[in-house]
């Protein structure tokens, strides 16, 4: 099921288009004012949204970024200068453009990321600020699951609970940077609100495994949400008619999230593929969810950019993630063949 440009497009999936069904939900949406709060097919998209993750209500929003700054800038609106507890290799810290420090006047404080993606309660307490007149206050501890850079690995049902249950017990709030939510939900077998209900707030992407071609929701509690709306809006993040991205996001909840474990398995029979290809390193426990991490041996004189480069002439796109590594994404668009493809233009390019 390659794109209808013949492309197997593996750099990420975001590269996602909408589904036939998404773009006739599109085409038929009942829309109205949704900064008025009018728009009937954005409130049913953030009932469900909220429905599903475990909270009171949701906030559909233009992208993962916006709904990561939104959060934070309504859990610390009265604590400018405060600091926010992040992995060191979360998105929030590494690719969102220091939004909570241009934006909020928030310091992010990064601690180090286990190599399956969750942050040590060790050094989350090592991190809390002692009340000084020197210090910033910390405000919040932030999340990332599925943990893109470390893998893809969802972190577990009982770690966000003791996360939240830590956090609680220090006067902090807790958000979770959900992009991937469902990844994870379908990975552990478990439903998205046992993994996001623990979080004060939440937020997963419609635009990636999902499908739909844009939209974030943000959830949480009745008034952390109202808040909420005021910061979408000083973001510019006001749509009015944006019930037609909406009902794409409806038909992706009701449509994509149990067919993961087809990106699931199309990861894992890649990563089968790679380990067999001399001077490939796959990383020990890849793929949990739907993306493969590999590294460059010594023995392979080309640089990824040169691989990528020889890649796309055969009508593959990948995304190097630095001279030595690659991260390659499974998505709906991609199928079994697709992956036997991908293995055999890898294997042709290393022995030219």
């Not at 699951?145 to 972190?155: D, R």
């Not at 009982?158 to 979770?176: N, P, S």
Request: charged share 20%.
């Amino acid at each position: 099921m390659s794109f209808e440009n013949g492309l197997i497009d593996l750099r990420s999936d975001t590269v996602t288009h909408p589904t036939p069904a998404m773009r006739a939900a599109m085409a038929r949406a009942e829309v109205g004012d949704d900064v008025l709060g009018d728009d009937p097919t954005v409130n049913r998209l953030q009932e469900m949204a909220a429905a599903m993750t475990g909270h009171a209500a949701g906030l559909f929003v233009a992208s993962g970024t916006m709904a990561n700054l939104v959060a934070l800038l309504t859990h610390c609106a009265s604590a400018r200068g405060a600091e926010v507890i992040v992995g060191r290799e979360s998105h929030i810290y590494l690719n969102e453009v220091g939004g909570m420090a241009a934006l909020g006047g928030l310091q992010a404080c990064p601690i180090p990321n286990q190599p399956d993606g969750a942050l040590a309660l060790a050094d989350i307490a090592a991190a809390i600020r002692i009340e000084d007149v020197h210090h910033p206050r910390t405000q919040l501890i932030c999340l990332e699951n599925t943990q893109n850079v470390c893998g893809g690995v969802p972190l577990t049902v009982e770690y966000m609970r003791r996360v939240a249950d830590f956090a609680h017990a220090r006067g902090l709030k807790l958000h979770l940077d959900g992009a991937r939510l469902f990844n994870a939900a379908v990975a552990l077998g478990v439903s998205a609100s046992d993994l996001a209900g623990p979080a004060d707030s939440a937020m997963f992407c419609l635009s990636k495994g999902l499908c739909a071609p844009v939209g974030s929701v943000l959830c949480g509690a009745k008034d952390f949400i109202a808040e909420a709306r005021r910061y979408r809006k000083m973001v510019g993040g006001g749509m009015r008619q944006v019930g037609v991205i909406a009902a794409a996001g409806i038909v992706a909840l009701e449509t994509m999230i149990e067919r993961f474990e087809d990106d699931h398995a199309n990861a894992r029979r890649l990563a089968a593929g790679l380990r067999e290809i001399p001077g490939l390193e796959v990383d020990a426990g890849s793929p949990q969810t739907n993306m493969v991490y590999f590294n460059l041996a010594p023995s392979v004189k080309r640089n990824t950019a040169e691989i990528a480069a020889r890649m796309r002439a055969q009508g593959i796109l990948i995304d190097p993630e630095d001279a030595r590594r690659i991260r390659l994404v499974t998505h709906y668009w991609i199928n079994a063949q697709d992956i036997e493809n991908v293995v055999a233009a890898i294997r042709a390019v290393l022995r030219a």
